[in-house]
Structure formats: structure tokens, C-alpha cells
């Protein structure tokens, strides 16, 4: 099998991230989201997967069943990718990184077995074999304005990357891989490492300034960028179009399963529904909250948090909209409170 690294393990559900998980030493909710915003917090990825994707059909293959285009994806970069039925419903999300001689593609560990059991049902005379490398791949991530410089302190040599820019390196004797995350304005990075590597470099980040944030700290992170997870803010009944995610379309590359619907919502006007932000005048909603206006429903919330800001706390939620009634600034209700929507990420979060 084909030598990188990557995250495993399982993934945590919403509920689970109230219940304690979180990694020995992690800092509160508050000292943790401070420091993804302001400085660098350090964390592991086990609630992602990584499947491997090799022999001589792999690019045109997956090119055919992705919205992104994979047939021109330069060695050493990924993209961000929707995987569809042929009614152009979302199946699942995905990164996928050409790495030369293989293909990886990166999704939430509670994917990867309907994603490969999609492929698989895919391959018919093609020469493509798909292998789930997540029990012999780990990563931590690092994100905040300062994770180049604890990078540096950890014994990284880090260059200027482009997002989704993947590059090989030594560190303390052993094959390591950088990744850039996928945000030009945040910056962020993936570190993929053999699983018996994982504590050490872990431990280095910490000495070396990093932070380590909780898996609730990290949904809070999510939400706060505008980031949809699959399966909470991005379902199966969902269209491409009504997600907002533009940057996993590709309208140039050819056909894909589920290609017919994406073209014909393009060509023929856009989707009635927008995934976008709220900043809520009260309590934290729960997913499902009804948005409202002018007397009737015209929306749902699918994520909703209190954002710890050094300001004081500030709610905040992910959902759908009709698209004519979603321009940013626009009151609505949430569950009876006043809210606006919003521009994603949420303003004045991040550092610029």
C-alpha cells in the first residue's frame, strides 16, 4: 500500500460532544476557541477517514464520479468534492488529493463505508482498486494566525502553500506529510503521520506553543467559519446548488453521475433554498428550529452554537433559506427571537 498519512478513528456525533470527549489536556471551550482565533490550537482528526484510490483507471474513474475535477488535478494538490445519485441528491462530501501514484481521498469517518460501498457498486470493468488505509494513517491539525510559527518551534520547515497544497517532509527522523488547509483567510494545516508518531508530534506542538482544543471546541470552530457537515447542515435530500459550496462544482470537466440535474439547475435558474448564516438575539436553537417571516416558515436551522468571544457570547446558527428572502441583514425569527442573516464566516471571528 502506497506510504502517507492521514486521520482515523470514529466520528463523534453532535450529542457526544457535550459528553466529555475530550483529550487529556485539552483547554475549556473558551481558552480552546481563543486560541483557533487568535493564536493556535492543536488537535487530533480522528473523526476522519482516508481511502486510497490506485491502479491505471483511478483519475478517470473518480472523474466520472465527482462534481470536481479530478482529470486536472496536479500531483501534490486536492480539491473539494460532492459525491451524487443520478437524481443529483448529495451522497456524501470529500477531499481528494492526487498524490501521484494514487489517489486519497479524505472524507468524515462516518462515511467511508457507504462512500466505498458507492464505489465498489461503480467499478465494473475499470482498473481501480479502493483500499481504507484510516487504521494505518493518523494527523493532527493545527489552526490559528500563529500555527506557522508553532510549526517552526516543532522542528517543521514550513513554505508558503496553496490551499489544499499537500507536500512530503523528515521530521524527527520519520515520513510525515503537510497540508494547507482549504481556507485562503484562516490559516490552518493537516500534519498525516503513521498512527505510533501521532503522540509525539502531538506533544511537540504543545511544547511548542499549540494549544489543544476539544472536539466541542472544534464544532464551535466549524460553525463559526460556515463550514456544512455532512449529515447535520448538508443531507441527502439536499442539492449541490442549495449548499453554496460553489468550490466543490466544476462545470468544465465533463459528465459524472448526477452531472444531468447539476447542469440543468445551472442552466435553467437557481435552486429556491440557500445554506447561509443567522446571528440570533437570544438562546441557542436546536437543530430544526423553524425560521420565520412576515408571518410564515421559510427555513430551518441545521447548527447553532454560542460563539465564546472575548467580547461576551454571541449565538450564532447554520441553514436554509429561501433564496429570495436570504440577502445578508435581512430580520427574520428563530423560534420567536429576532435574528438576521449573515454573511459566511461569520464577521469580525477570524483575524484578518
Same mark, same amino acid.
Given at each position: 500500500?502506497?506510504?502517507?498519512?492521514?486521520?482515523?478513528?470514529?466520528?463523534?456525533?453532535?450529542?457526544?460532544?457535550?459528553?466529555?470527549?475530550?483529550?487529556?489536556?485539552?483547554?475549556?471551550?473558551?481558552?480552546?476557541?481563543?486560541?483557533?482565533?487568535?493564536?493556535?490550537?492543536?488537535?487530533?482528526?480522528?473523526?476522519?477517514?482516508?481511502?486510497?484510490?490506485?491502479?491505471?483507471?483511478?483519475?478517470?474513474?473518480?472523474?466520472?464520479?465527482?462534481?470536481?475535477?479530478?482529470?486536472?488535478?496536479?500531483?501534490?494538490?486536492?480539491? %473539494?468534492?460532492?459525491?451524487?445519485?443520478?437524481?443529483?441528491?448529495?451522497?456524501?462530501?470529500?477531499?481528494?488529493?492526487?498524490?501521484?501514484?494514487?489517489?486519497?481521498?479524505?472524507?468524515?469517518?462516518?462515511?467511508?463505508?457507504?462512500?466505498?460501498?458507492?464505489? +465498489?457498486?461503480?467499478?465494473?470493468?475499470?482498473?481501480?482498486?479502493?483500499?481504507?488505509?484510516?487504521?494505518?494513517?493518523?494527523?493532527?491539525?493545527?489552526?490559528?494566525?500563529?500555527?506557522?510559527?508553532?510549526?517552526?518551534?516543532?522542528?517543521?520547515?514550513?513554505?508558503?502553500?496553496?490551499?489544499?497544497?499537500?507536500? +512530503?517532509?523528515?521530521?524527527?527522523?520519520?515520513?510525515?506529510?503537510?497540508?494547507?488547509?482549504?481556507?485562503?483567510?484562516?490559516?490552518? %494545516?493537516?500534519?498525516?503521520?503513521?498512527?505510533?508518531?501521532?503522540?509525539?508530534?502531538? +506533544?511537540?506542538?504543545?511544547?511548542?506553543?499549540?494549544?489543544?482544543?476539544?472536539?466541542?471546541?472544534?464544532?464551535?470552530?466549524?460553525?463559526?467559519?460556515?463550514?456544512?457537515? %455532512?449529515?447535520?447542515?448538508?443531507?441527502?435530500? +439536499?442539492?449541490?446548488?442549495?449548499?453554496?459550496?460553489?468550490?466543490?462544482?466544476?462545470?468544465?470537466?465533463?459528465? %459524472?453521475?448526477?452531472?444531468?440535474?447539476?447542469?440543468?439547475?445551472?442552466?435553467?435558474?437557481?435552486?429556491?433554498?440557500?445554506?447561509?448564516?443567522?446571528?440570533?438575539?437570544?438562546?441557542?436553537?436546536?437543530?430544526?428550529?423553524?425560521?420565520?417571516?412576515?408571518?410564515?416558515?421559510?427555513?430551518?436551522?441545521?447548527?447553532?452554537?454560542?460563539?465564546?468571544?472575548?467580547?461576551?457570547?454571541?449565538?450564532?446558527?447554520?441553514?436554509?433559506?429561501?433564496?429570495?428572502?436570504?440577502?445578508?441583514?435581512?430580520?427574520?425569527?428563530?423560534?420567536?427571537?429576532?435574528?438576521?442573516?449573515?454573511?459566511?464566516?461569520?464577521?469580525?471571528?477570524?483575524?484578518?
Amino acid at each position: 500500500m502506497p506510504s502517507t498519512a492521514s486521520q482515523s478513528g470514529t466520528e463523534l456525533s453532535p450529542s457526544e460532544l457535550n459528553r466529555g470527549n475530550t483529550p487529556a489536556g485539552a483547554s475549556g471551550v473558551r481558552d480552546g476557541f481563543r486560541a483557533l482565533i487568535s493564536t493556535a490550537g492543536i488537535f487530533d482528526m480522528n473523526s476522519r477517514a482516508k481511502i486510497l484510490l490506485t491502479g491505471a483507471d483511478r483519475v478517470r474513474w473518480l472523474n466520472g464520479m465527482v462534481t470536481n475535477n479530478i482529470r486536472d488535478l496536479v500531483v501534490g494538490h486536492g480539491v %473539494y468534492a460532492f459525491l451524487l445519485n443520478p437524481q443529483g441528491h448529495i451522497l456524501g462530501d470529500l477531499y481528494a488529493y492526487n498524490r501521484g501514484e494514487y489517489l486519497l481521498v479524505d472524507t468524515e469517518a462516518s462515511q467511508a463505508e457507504t462512500i466505498m460501498s458507492i464505489f +465498489d457498486h461503480y467499478i465494473i470493468m475499470d482498473d481501480v482498486e479502493v483500499a481504507n488505509a484510516s487504521d494505518k494513517l493518523a494527523a493532527v491539525g493545527i489552526a490559528g494566525p500563529q500555527s506557522v510559527e508553532v510549526l517552526h518551534a516543532a522542528g517543521f520547515e514550513v513554505p508558503e502553500l496553496e490551499t489544499l497544497q499537500v507536500i +512530503d517532509r523528515v521530521w524527527q527522523g520519520a515520513g510525515v506529510t503537510l497540508v494547507r488547509g482549504e481556507a485562503e483567510q484562516i490559516r490552518s %494545516y493537516e500534519v498525516w503521520v503513521a498512527p505510533a508518531n501521532l503522540g509525539p508530534l502531538r +506533544d511537540t506542538l504543545g511544547k511548542a506553543g499549540g494549544v489543544t482544543v476539544s472536539p466541542e471546541t472544534l464544532e464551535l470552530y466549524r460553525i463559526a467559519r460556515g463550514i456544512p457537515r %455532512y449529515g447535520q447542515d448538508i443531507r441527502g435530500r +439536499d442539492l449541490p446548488q442549495e449548499t453554496e459550496q460553489q468550490r466543490a462544482l466544476n462545470f468544465n470537466k465533463g459528465c %459524472y453521475v448526477g452531472q444531468e440535474i447539476v447542469e440543468r439547475i445551472r442552466s435553467r435558474g437557481s435552486v429556491h433554498r440557500k445554506f447561509t448564516g443567522f446571528e440570533i438575539a437570544g438562546s441557542v436553537p436546536p437543530p430544526g428550529a423553524r425560521i420565520q417571516a412576515q408571518g410564515g416558515e421559510i427555513g430551518e436551522v441545521t447548527s447553532a452554537t454560542s460563539l465564546p468571544l472575548q467580547e461576551g457570547e454571541r449565538t450564532v446558527a447554520l441553514g436554509y433559506i429561501q433564496r429570495e428572502l436570504g440577502a445578508p441583514g435581512r430580520t427574520v425569527e428563530i423560534g420567536g427571537v429576532p435574528a438576521t442573516v449573515s454573511d459566511l464566516p461569520f464577521s469580525g471571528v477570524f483575524r484578518k
